[in-house]
C-alpha cells in the first residue's frame, strides 16, 4: 500500500556515513515536502526532517535531507550503534489528498 | 510540552466498531494550521496514514479506508475521536495519533500508539 518506495535496508561501519532514498512522483515528492521520521523497535516514530531538509529542535546535524524531483535523501553521518532503526519518508499526495509515508528501511550499523 | 495519547479498547470482533480516543496537550485545535492524524501499523509492516483533521474542520482521508473513516474532534476537551467501521482482523496494528502543524512553529510529535487486535 505504500506509494513511495524505500530499499529494505542499509549497512556500513560505525562512524560511516548511510543515505537511504525514497522514490516518489510528480504528485507527491516532486511538488510537496518531505519528511523523515526515525522508529526503534515497540516506539512511536519520531519526526527527523521536515520540509525537505529542515531538522527539529534536538535533532543533531548528524541527519539530512534532500529532495531532488521525485526523489528524496536522508544522510545519516558518524554512524553510530544508536542509530540503528527503521527510517520512513513521508509527503502530501496532491493527487490523493492523502499522506502517504516509504516502505521503511532498516538501518544496520555493521 | 507536546503530548498526545490514544486510548481505547485493545480487542474488537470482527465486523465491530473501532472508536479510539486522542487526547492531547501543548497545542490546540483552535490554532491555525494545526490538526490532529491517525497513522496505523501492523505488526512487522509499514506505517500506514488513515486520516487528519485540521483547525477548521478539513477533514482527509486515506482513499481506501475513507468509506469506514470518521475523525471528529472536541476542541474544548483536547480530544480527537477515530472511528473505523466493519473491522476485520487485517486491521490489526498499532494505531498512532499525532500533532501537526504546517506553520511557522511547525511541529509533529506522535503519541505512544496503542495495539488494536481484531479478532472474534
Known amino acids: 500500500q505504500s506509494v513511495l518506495t524505500q530499499p529494505p535496508s542499509v549497512s556500513a561501519a560505525p562512524g560511516q556515513k548511510v543515505t537511504i532514498s525514497c522514490y516518489g512522483s510528480?504528485?507527491?515528492?516532486?511538488?510537496?515536502?518531505v519528511s523523515w521520521y526515525q522508529q526503534f523497535p515497540g516506539t512511536a516514530p519520531k519526526l527527523l526532517i521536515y520540509?525537505?531538509?529542515k531538522r527539529p529542535s534536538g535533532i543533531r546535524d548528524r541527519f539530512s535531507g534532500s529532495k531532488s524531483g521525485t526523489s528524496a535523501t536522508l544522510g545519516i553521518t558518524g554512524l553510530q550503534t544508536g542509530d540503528e532503526a527503521d527510517y520512513y519518508c513521508?509527503?502530501?499526495?496532491?493527487?490523493?489528498?492523502?499522506?502517504?509515508f516509504g516502505t521503511g528501511t532498516k538501518v544496520i550499523v555493521l | 510540552q507536546i503530548t498526545l495519547k490514544e486510548s481505547g479498547p485493545t480487542q474488537v470482533k470482527p465486523t465491530q466498531t473501532l472508536t479510539l480516543t486522542c487526547t492531547f496537550s501543548?497545542?490546540?485545535?483552535?490554532?491555525?494550521?494545526?490538526?490532529v492524524g491517525w497513522v496505523r501499523q501492523p505488526p512487522g509492516k509499514a506505517l500506514e496514514w488513515l486520516g487528519v483533521?485540521?483547525?477548521?474542520?478539513?477533514?482527509f482521508y486515506s482513499p481506501s479506508l475513507k468509506s469506514r473513516l470518521a475523525i471528529t474532534k472536541d476542541t474544548s476537551k483536547n480530544q480527537v475521536v477515530l472511528k473505523m467501521t466493519n473491522m476485520n482482523p487485517v486491521d490489526t496494528a498499532t494505531y498512532y495519533c499525532?500533532?501537526?502543524?504546517?506553520?511557522?512553529?511547525?511541529?509533529?510529535?506522535w503519541g505512544q500508539g496503542t495495539m488494536v487486535t481484531v479478532s472474534s
Open positions: 499525532r500533532g501537526i502543524n504546517d506553520g511557522l512553529d511547525a511541529f509533529d510529535v
Open positions: 501543548g497545542f490546540s485545535l483552535r490554532t491555525t494550521g494545526v490538526g
Open positions: 483533521i485540521y483547525w477548521d474542520d478539513d477533514e
Open positions: 510528480s504528485s507527491n515528492i516532486g511538488n510537496n515536502y
Open positions: 520540509d525537505n531538509k
Open positions: 513521508g509527503a502530501w499526495d496532491s493527487s490523493l489528498s492523502a499522506e502517504v
